[in-house]
């Protein structure tokens, strides 16, 4: 990216539009996060739900005091051995951060993208906040095109080659102890756990329902849906070729007859233990699924002994539990 191109974004971007750019996981959907009208636009744009609140990103570390009202040690340990990456921490923030960004939450999210374009951008124009630049309940964009795709060709996009993890950020909850893993991401619970000793847990499940408010709002709302049906494959279940398939094989299930034919009402795609190409497939996967028509997608379950080890199994099968619905 030439230098005198990225100046013409950081002007827009303090100008107050919204820019679209980069980032090592997806793409985002930037605007000046101390710019309320700025803000406002990424919710407008998106449709998202004003109580979702929005991941702030930063250039340094050193930014996140302005934001954060207090830095527990062991988060600054995090900052110090995952950023630049994709980890996003939660912290208890400053009164000065716009409820806009935090839904009125007393919390806010930071994140430094380990991506050139993204922090040269953001050391221009200042922090930003960026939600994955998707239409609300579409798949998280991990190219131009996606990008495009959902919001035409007016927006401002910063362009860059399809993103290296494909997938969102881990969220943590460092707010409060044990710190919670509220979105499940590149960087796993192992990494995290093996630098500090204050616990690291996952968010359970069940905790967000009833009346008692949710830690991460997002997480009620629908995600990462294509328009094709997205179910699990079950262990024994046979393919049958009498309709559309999509089918993302992970382990080593045998060869299906037909499976690699051209015309084949079903089509296979077989990762065989790779789940970082998994992941960075995912969403592009699921979009070219709706471009062909195809009706259903069908995932080969994870067992428990790949989640225990594989930490982007994990993320996977968030995103894809969260697809189903
Ligand atoms: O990888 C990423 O994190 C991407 C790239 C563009 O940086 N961004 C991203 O943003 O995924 P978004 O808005 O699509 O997802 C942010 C998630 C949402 O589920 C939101 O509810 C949660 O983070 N979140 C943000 N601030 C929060 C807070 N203060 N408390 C709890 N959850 C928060
Ligand atoms: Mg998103």
New binding site residues.
Partial sequence: MMKSSLTHYIQLLQAGEVVAFP?E????LGADAQNPSAVRKIFELKGRPSD????V?ISDSAEAEAFALHIPADSRTLMKNFWPG?L?L?FR?RKQVLDLI??G?D???L?M?DHEVARSLISGAGPLV????NKSGRP?PTSVEHVRADFGPDLAIIEDPPTRIGI??T?V?VSDEPYRI??P?AISIKQLQNTIDTPVVFEEKNKQSGDQPA?????KYTHYSPRARVRWLSDNEKIKSSHILYLFHTGNRPPTPGENRENSDFHVMRYGGDYEKFARELYDRFRQADHEGVREIAIEAFPNHILQREGFAVALENRISKAIG
């Avoid at 996981?25 to 985002?28: D, E, S």
Wanted: proline share 13%.
């Fill in positions: 980032t996981t997806v793409y985002g979702n609140p929005l991941i990103h994709p996003s939660i923030k935090t839904g939450m919390t806010v999210a994140r993208p960026a939600p994955s630049a998280s969102e950020s969220v909850d509220l979105r991401g830690r991460s709002p997002g997480m």
